[in-house]
């Protein structure tokens, strides 16, 4: 039998062969039934789609790049273990929308802004980790005046030029914070940049603040300290914290990886979690569940997380426009913060 076409699919499923090249490239332009049932004959006769071809009359790499920024880590990966977390989903995602990926580690000094969509190694890319939000800021705007398809994860904010996919920051730090105040905590910290510079972390500062004014709190600037995601960082903050000598009995931490070192400066201080110092964190990374006791957190459901963005930059590659997408974020409840 000679080399199946996909003019024998579309003769056999009664559709035309543009359909069958539609359907099989999973465009949303195509019904899921009539889609299955073109799958269904292409795999019948054993039909590969030739992508170099495809490629060639299309001009698209069916490719996209996901690029890593380096973070700075305990460890020789320099990459924050939440967006490890992310990988898997968009690597499956990918697959099920036909699309290769390449991913890529970059410094966040590099050019790499100038580089995959301009040389056609990829349809799109999707952006993970920045660093200081100001220098990152500069570089998203070159992209968007390339015309470049791209999303990145983050905090979305009113009047951004580029596509952003990120968690509802606010509502997870206000769940959180919520949280400890109905377990009777009522000096509750702040640990976390809470700047322009550090968007998401300045969305989960608002969200604890609107948490203690909800609650008749009052929020005291002595109770807030600067740290940045790491485990070092959170625990030089929580070392500061307790060297003002203000009382508190709780602390919202802005990441899990702020909140861990955090917790290791409180034990050293003598300190009992959770019957002294209650403590959340932010991120569900996998280190919050081992840590001891238990670590309570925010999860950004990493799997609708990748996915998300999978899905976005795909239809700015073949719409040419796409709407930021905030999704809800989840309180996961473990002991560090006494329930």
Not at 194 to 220: I, V
Not at 289 to 299: E, F, K, Q
């Amino acid at each position: 039998m000679d080399k199946p076409t996909s003019f024998d699919i579309a003769e056999l499923a009664g559709v035309s062969q543009p359909t069958v090249s539609r359907a099989l490239r999973g465009s949303p332009s195509v019904s899921e039934a009539t889609r299955k049932r073109i799958e269904a004959i292409a795999t019948q006769l054993n039909y590969k789609v030739d992508k170099n071809a495809t490629n060639l009359r299309s001009g698209h790499s069916n490719t996209l790049a996901l690029l890593l920024f380096e973070d700075p880590t305990p460890d020789d990966s320099l990459i924050n273990p939440f967006f490890l977390s992310m990988l898997g989903a968009i690597t499956r995602t990918c697959a099920t929308r036909g699309y290769d990926l390449l991913i890529s580690f970059q410094q966040s000094s590099a050019d790499w802004h100038v580089d995959f969509e301009d040389s056609r190694k990829a349809d799109g890319l999707i952006l993970l980790g920045y660093g200081d939000y100001h220098d990152y800021e500069t570089r998203l705007g070159k992209l968007v005046e390339q015309g470049t398809h791209f999303v990145r994860w983050g905090s979305v904010q009113p009047g951004a030029r580029e596509v952003v996919v990120g968690c509802d920051n606010v509502q997870g730090s206000r769940d959180a914070t919520a949280h400890l105040i109905a377990g009777g905590r009522t000096r509750i910290a702040f640990l976390g940049t809470a700047s322009s510079g550090y968007p998401e972390f300045l969305d989960r500062y608002t969200g604890y603040s609107q948490a203690l004014e909800a609650a008749g709190l009052s929020r005291s600037l002595t109770l807030q300290v600067d740290a940045t995601s790491t485990e070092e960082s959170g625990h030089d903050a929580a070392q500061r914290l307790i060297a003002r000598g203000e009382s508190f009995d709780a602390i919202v931490a802005a990441s899990d990886l702020i909140a861990l070192g955090a917790m290791r400066a409180l034990q050293e201080a003598g300190k009992r979690i959770p019957e002294d110092i209650a403590i959340t964190g932010f991120d569900d990374i996998l280190s919050a569940g081992l840590a001891n006791p238990p670590l309570t957190t925010v999860t950004q459901q990493p799997g609708e997380a990748g996915a998300a963005l999978v899905d976005t930059v795909l239809r700015l590659v073949r719409e040419g426009t796409a709407e930021s997408r905030v999704l809800p974020a989840r309180l996961v409840v473990r002991k560090s913060s006494g329930s």
